[in-house]
């Protein structure tokens, strides 16, 4: 079952902060971020895995509720180039190896 | 530059048509995946690949294989093309790494996708 996405879009001014959510109803054991720009190909952005690891750029920082199945991407101090499509990917514990992605969530920085 | 390649880059064919659609992993990578993209849309997983087997099936129409040959490339093919069909088609290979916890993780590289356009 695909991950839930929150906001599906949002628009902010350089500088600004954003905060994007990412749910699932199962059992997670990671969440991946990614970020896309139209018509590229999506780029890794950060994995959270059960138990409190990560691995994932300087500049961006996540969370993972394990308890309630959730994830959020922090993005500080927008730069016009976070502008794209974020998508949360889900492993399921105890499945192969399968991403599931959300629909997406549109960001648009202004300058 | 992602080191997954993909061909072609773009491709426009009719309704009842065939394609094939290639994708290079990243040197040492023996995992393949596919996904669709429509437009606008999340990415639907189809398939994936670890050398040279069928490891999992995600939502792939009956029309449409894949396979991985022993140089690891994979194939994606495409019959009885319908409009719907229309859209854009990744590749991902994987690598398995392992966190300072013991944790490990997979993490996918895309490549560029073909873009297929059926009229």
């Known amino acids: 079952q695909q991950p839930v996405q929150s906001p599906q879009a949002v628009i902010l001014r350089e500088g600004e902060d954003a905060v994007i959510n990412c749910s699932s109803s199962k059992a997670l054991y990671s969440v991946h971020w990614y970020r896309q720009k139209h018509g590229e190909a999506p780029v890794f952005l950060m994995i959270?895995?059960?138990?409190?690891e990560q691995k994932g750029h300087d500049k961006i920082s996540a969370s993972f509720n394990e308890k309630k199945q959730q994830s959020s991407l922090y993005l500080t101090a927008s730069q016009l180039s976070y502008s794209g499509t974020y998508f949360c990917g889900t492993i399921s514990s105890g499945s192969a190896r399968q991403l599931t992605f959300g629909s997406g969530t549109q960001l648009t920085v202004l300058p | 530059d992602s080191g997954v390649t993909q061909t072609p880059k773009h491709l426009i064919t009719a309704t009842g048509q065939r394609v094939t659609l290639r994708c290079s992993p990243r040197s040492g990578d023996l995992s393949v995946y596919w996904y669709q993209q429509s437009l606008d849309q999340g990415l639907q997983f189809l398939i994936q690949y670890y050398n040279g087997e069928e490891r999992a099936k995600g939502n792939i129409l009956e029309r449409f294989s894949a396979q991985q040959f022993p140089d690891l490339h994979s194939e994606l093919n495409l019959s009885s093309l319908e409009l719907g069909d229309s859209a854009l088609y990744f590749c991902?290979?994987?690598?398995?790494?392992?966190?300072?916890?013991?944790?490990?993780?997979?993490?996918?590289?895309f490549g560029p996708g073909t873009r297929l356009t059926v009229l």
């Open positions: 991902a290979s994987s690598v398995v790494g392992s966190l300072a916890g013991g944790g490990t993780y997979n993490e996918q590289f």
């Open positions: 959270l895995l059960k138990g409190g």
